[in-house]
């Protein structure tokens, strides 16, 4: 089972949780497409460094 770490209690809970059980902490949802944008700009931003 994959675990994840709350930001707010520090306790693991399932990966799939979008609250935490022991605090109520509510988890942000990221989207497919903000994640593939931000890893797109990481590589385009180390390829201007390099280049």
Same mark, same amino acid.
């Given at each position: 089972?994959?675990?994840k %770490?709350?930001p707010?209690? /520090?306790?693991e809970?399932?990966?799939?949780?979008?609250?935490?059980?022991?605090?109520?902490?509510? &988890?942000? %949802?990221?989207?497919?497409? /903000?994640?593939?944008?931000?890893?797109?700009?990481?590589?385009?931003?180390?390829?201007?460094?390099? &280049?």
């Amino acid at each position: 089972m994959k675990t994840k %770490e709350c930001p707010s209690c /520090a306790m693991e809970v399932d990966a799939e949780s979008k609250i935490c059980p022991v605090c109520s902490y509510e &988890f942000a %949802e990221t989207s497919t497409l /903000a994640r593939w944008t931000a890893i797109l700009l990481v590589v385009v931003i180390l390829l201007y460094l390099l &280049f």
